[in-house]
C-alpha cells in the first residue's frame, strides 16, 4: 500500500489557510482506488516529477 499522496502538508512557519476542500476531494477520489491503481497513480506522479 502506498501513501495517499495528498494528505495534509505541514510546512513548518507557514500560515494555517484553513481547510482545502478540492485537496479533500482528491484524497477521498484516490482513498476509493484499488491498491494497484494506487501504486500506478503513483509511479506515474513520480516519473512525471522525475522529468
Not at 25 to 43: G, H, I, L, N, T
Amino acid at each position: 500500500m502506498v501513501e495517499n499522496p495528498f494528505g495534509p502538508v505541514v510546512i513548518p512557519g507557514a500560515p494555517d489557510l484553513g481547510p482545502d476542500p478540492e485537496r479533500q476531494e482528491m484524497y477521498d477520489s484516490f482513498e476509493r482506488m484499488p491498491p494497484a491503481e494506487q501504486e500506478d497513480f503513483v509511479k506515474e506522479m513520480n516519473d512525471d516529477a522525475d522529468g
